[in-house]
């Protein structure tokens, strides 16, 4: 009888001043029902006790640990990109130091890549707890939100249209094909890392998103980025925040990507794709303008944004027509 196909999975986690949470963590993947193959990770100077920690860790984990200390702080970015670089694995899964996982988290995940070779990229829902990992009562896609139609819409290939909108895949909860790479690296330096590897790898290749969760994720004030709780005091500060350099770097995000893909045309599911993402910059571009305008001069380029369907393809529809024209 032939043995059971496994895939070798790597668990790339970068740190940087996690004592916090990170024990938790740590414990959560070897409680895995199919550990991994190896852990890989970054640490990226921390000045608490998480290399201690993972020094400690590796003399029993029941798999091969490798620690890379940084010579200097790389950030969250580039940390995530020198660690995926140094996985040897056939699948990659992003491991944040602040979340845990549910034990069946890479046994559901191998399986999903097993089933179709034609699949890069997977990512699964998760549920959020307070930093007492408590359910607060919310799934990450609730908050997002990342509805059924639209994972749907995600799993017949539409990704890169969706994250044309927004990121709906947090890179805790995501796992990709090493032989990706190749196109997903490197990170511009204006992309947050899951955004990137999300936008890239669903335009290459088939992308599965898991509406069952397979992480708790932390929501706490000390994580550096994260998925904050949509009340309509947080919702309005956000919007208020999204001035003109908040625009300027929007331009430069999707004219780096824009760039990268040029690169790979030839791998793209969806030649169109290119085209698409030069409306996206265009857009970009008019609602920068939009915060240089007088007040009535910023809504008729917003309604004229809205006629054109700009709105409904690059945003939140009249949520962010009403957000470019009136605040």
Not at 28 to 40: A, F, G, K, N
Not at 43 to 52: A, I
Not at 86 to 97: M, V
Not at 185 to 213: G, K, M, N, Q, R
Request: glycine fraction near 6%.
């Amino acid at each position: 009888m032939l043995a059971k196909e496994q895939l070798r999975l790597s668990i790339a986690l970068c740190t940087y001043n996690g004592e916090r949470f990170l024990q938790q963590q740590l414990a959560s993947i070897t409680q895995q029902t199919r550990l991994p193959d190896e852990l890989v990770v970054g640490e990226d100077g921390s000045m608490d006790s998480t290399l201690v920690i993972l020094e400690n860790f590796a003399r029993s984990a029941p798999f091969p640990v490798r620690v890379q200390k940084n010579p200097c702080n790389l950030g969250s970015t580039k940390n995530f990109e020198e660690t995926i670089r140094r996985c040897e694995g056939d699948i990659i899964a992003l491991c944040d130091q602040d979340d845990f996982w549910i034990p069946c988290k890479l046994e559901r995940l191998e399986a999903t890549f097993l089933r179709d070779r034609s699949v890069g990229l997977v990512f699964s829902d998760g549920i959020i707890v307070d930093e007492r990992s408590r359910p607060v009562g919310q799934k990450m896609w609730r908050n997002c939100p990342f509805t059924p139609a639209l994972q749907r819409q995600f799993n017949a290939g539409g990704g890169p249209e969706i994250l044309l909108r927004y990121n709906c895949v947090t890179g805790a909860a995501m796992a990709f094909r090493a032989d990706l790479r190749r196109f997903l690296l490197p990170i511009a330096t204006e992309w947050l890392h899951d955004y990137w590897i999300a936008f890239i790898a669903s335009a290459v290749a088939d992308a599965v998103a898991i509406p069952e969760p397979l992480i708790w994720y932390h929501r706490h004030e000390a994580q550096q980025i994260g998925l904050k709780a949509l009340t309509l005091p947080y919702q309005l500060s956000a919007a208020r925040k999204m001035d003109h350099a908040y625009f300027a770097k929007r331009v430069r995000c999707f004219e780096s990507l824009t760039e990268h893909l040029s690169g790979i045309r030839e791998h793209l599911r969806d030649a169109a794709l290119l085209q698409t993402l030069h409306t996206k910059v265009a857009h970009s571009r008019v609602q920068a303008h939009m915060r240089q305008c007088t007040r009535w001069r910023r809504a008729l380029l917003a309604l004229r944004e809205l006629a054109g369907g700009k709105y409904q393809s690059f945003g939140r529809g009249f949520k962010s027509f009403f957000v470019d024209a009136f605040l």
